[in-house]
């Protein structure tokens, strides 16, 4: 029988994990679009923020 985990739902491994996915894809989206100079400009940042929010949610409970 598994612990009970004290962590809410939303913050668990997988949601939050998937929120980081997401924020990463949007990231690259925002890189390559042709369109709007500031996607561009705030790329970088959105998608090291999405990599940060990984590795840090990585070491949450399951």
Avoid: D, H, N, Y
Avoid at 47 to 57: E, P, R
């Amino acid at each position: 029988m598994s612990p009970v985990s004290r962590w809410p739902k939303w913050a668990r491994r997988g949601p939050m994990e998937m929120a980081a996915c997401i924020v990463i894809a949007l990231g690259i989206v925002m890189m390559l679009q042709p369109f709007a100079l500031v996607l561009f400009t705030w790329s970088f940042v959105v998608t090291l923020s999405g990599v940060v929010m990984f590795t840090v949610v990585s070491k949450f409970p399951a």
